[in-house]
């Protein structure tokens, strides 16, 4: 069995194509965990709309944030394979039985496999680095792979964690043990341009969000083998890592722990513009962040 985790959160209008994308699977043997993060929408109507057993709903009480969430439907697998599905994209018909005869077809030892997305607003392939099937060992996700891709994993391979343990960790660790096979194939539809506006973002700079933020900012960078492997063979990761750390200390006005990161960047010269949105945040705080998505947003409509 397959188990598919979809985490939502007041994405009540977008949530059946999601589900109706899973229940069109001509391979049968799922079971889909809705994690409702505490919805105040209709999402749970919705879901009443469904009279199927495969169909399990787990809802938090109140929003606790997409990483407890992701960790209640980890908790809660029932399959011998598992993958997340985000509640607004959607699962090409054949995607389960395509992947699932990787094993069978190539190497019975394969216990996790690799595909790629359709990005609907721009209609190419949202996973980039890659152009055949191969095997793929972490070391090589790390230096190849950027962007949305998608997959199954055998829920064996799942680390021992705890709720701070982000799910970048989560895939690095695994990815460790893993033997992945990438096949050079679209099975996911990745709608990129949902919630990507900037009304909706303004709408989450708060301390709460923030906080959160942080928190998952700390969990990255006390994975410490992790952060070493990103240095040596994904340095624009990390970079970007550090940016989004300097980014949420900034806001959040600790200084202090902005400079740290502002410092890693300027081992990158060549990182002058993440460079000088840091200093701007570092200056002016919240509204420094504001700016940079004001300008941001104003770059993407006339480009």
Not at 67 to 88: V, Y
Not at 155 to 171: D, H, Q, S, V
Request: aromatic letters at 12%; charged letters at 30%.
């Amino acid at each position: 069995m397959v188990s598919i985790i979809t985490r939502t959160y007041n994405r009540a209008p977008l949530l059946k194509r999601a589900i109706d994308s899973v229940l069109r699977q001509d391979y049968k043997d799922f079971e889909i965990i809705i994690v409702d993060d505490g919805s105040t929408d209709n999402t749970r109507d919705i879901l009443n709309e469904y009279n199927d057993e495969r169909i399990r709903y787990i809802r938090h009480s109140e929003n606790k944030g997409m990483a407890l969430a992701l960790h209640t439907g980890l908790d809660n697998i029932k399959g011998e394979w598992f993958t997340l599905l985000d509640s607004d994209d959607e699962m090409m018909p054949n995607a389960l039985s395509t992947m699932l005869k990787v094993p069978k077809e190539i190497d019975i030892r394969i216990n996790a496999i690799t595909c790629n997305c359709i990005d609907a607003y721009t209609g190419k392939f949202s996973g980039k680095g890659l152009s055949k099937d191969q095997y793929l060992d972490y070391i090589t996700i790390i230096k190849k792979c950027r962007g949305e891709f998608w997959g199954l994993t055998k829920t064996e391979l799942l680390p021992k964690r705890n709720n701070e343990l982000f799910l970048g960790a989560i895939w690095y660790k695994i990815n460790k043990i893993a033997i992945r096979y990438y096949i050079h194939k679209a099975l996911r539809i990745y709608h990129s341009n949902v919630g990507d506006n900037y009304s909706l973002r303004m709408e989450k700079i708060n301390s709460i969000n923030f906080q959160r933020e942080k928190i998952t900012v700390e969990s990255i960078f006390n994975q410490t083998e992790m952060i070493e492997d990103y240095k040596k063979y994904g340095k624009d990761f990390y970079i970007q890592l550090c940016f989004r750390a300097g980014i949420v200390y900034g806001v959040l006005d600790e200084k202090t722990e902005l400079l740290k990161y502002l410092k890693e960047l300027f081992m990158y010269p060549f990182q002058i513009k993440k460079i000088i949105i840091l200093i701007n945040i570092f200056l002016f705080g919240k509204k420094g962040y504001i700016i940079f998505l004001k300008i941001k947003e104003f770059l993407k409509r006339i480009y």
